[in-house]
């Protein structure tokens, strides 16, 4: 599947500096098993690629709540319910030129096999000019404590309880 991501114009996915670690997609690592891991493309790679699109949000900066879905369970997914949230760069509130793509790393289904961050959130990071695209490791999303993403540099409050993200 990696090689296929790249037959549809997908760039590699990161983690740090390394540029195929993020494992949370198949355009991170180029695995050597034919038939898996049973995993889709990260957050940034299906937003990219429009998939799920009736199931993006793209926040603009005011105060909202979200509720993420992982990506099988979409055909079930209510109104208000949404697979990939995009922060774009250059909201002055996040002061930022990264795009952030937020979603819920639900390890059923189409993705039983994700080897990073399963029945997480995960947020990509996909800085301006390039075509790869970065996972947060670790993030405080993945906590209900309140708090700043400090590790990928948004710069707003916000808070993940089980799989409702509010964005303030």
């Known amino acids: ?23 949370s997609g198949m355009m991170g690592y180029s695995y050597s098993q034919d038939e898996g891991p049973v995993m889709c493309f990260n957050n940034a ?19 909202t709540s979200v509720e993420l879905v992982g990506i099988s369970e979409y055909t ?3 109104s208000g319910q949404q697979i990939v949230v995009r922060i774009a760069g250059g909201l002055s509130s996040i002061q930022s030129s990264s795009d952030y793509y937020i979603g819920f790393n639900r390890k ?10 399963g029945n997480q959130v995960t947020i990509q990071t996909k800085p ?18 309140r708090g700043q993403c400090k590790q990928c540099s ?3 409050a916000l808070w993940c309880r089980h799989e409702t993200l509010r964005l303030i």
């Open 128 to 145: 301006a000019g390039t075509p790869s695209s970065y996972v947060t490791p670790a993030c405080p999303l993945n906590t209900s404590a």
């Open 76 to 78: 079930a997914a209510g």
């Open 1 to 23: 599947m990696h090689e296929v991501g790249h037959n549809i114009d997908l760039a590699h996915s990161g983690e740090g500096t390394a540029e195929y670690a993020d494992q």
């Open 108 to 117: 059923t289904g189409i993705n039983s096999g994700t080897v990073e961050g």
């Open 154 to 156: 948004v710069i707003v």
């Open 45 to 63: 790679k299906m937003w990219q690629l429009g998939w799920y699109s009736d199931r993006h949000f793209e926040w603009t900066g005011t105060s």
